[in-house]
């Protein structure tokens, strides 16, 4: 499991920005491209290898007036699968 005070980091060569092309936010890793979702964005938004996990959660759940656990569980599921996929550090 997760711990929710890790801060999580973009894996070096990666890359989140917006590609005008595809009118879309990307990532971008070494040989691979992601196209994250619109929750996904909003999250690898955040990331910025300062905030923690539950500092991105907050934040969230306070834009979106969501219940925090819900999106604590959104934020830690994409997060574990982008560190899987060696895109995200945690």
């Known amino acids: ?3 929710r005070g890790a801060v999580p980091r973009f894996r070096r060569g990666v890359k989140f920005r917006f590609d005008g092309v595809r009118n879309a936010w990307v990532l971008l890793a070494p040989e691979k491209l ?8 909003e999250i690898l938004k955040l990331i910025d290898g300062a905030r923690s996990i539950d500092e991105i959660v907050d934040d969230l759940a306070s834009r979106f007036d969501a219940p925090r656990d819900l999106i604590a ?3 830690i599921t994409i997060l574990e699968d982008l560190s899987m996929r060696a ?3 945690l």
């Open 34 to 41: 992601f196209m994250p979702d619109e929750i996904a964005v």
């Open 87 to 89: 895109a995200v550090e």
């Open 1 to 3: 499991m997760t711990e």
């Open 73 to 75: 569980s959104d934020v």
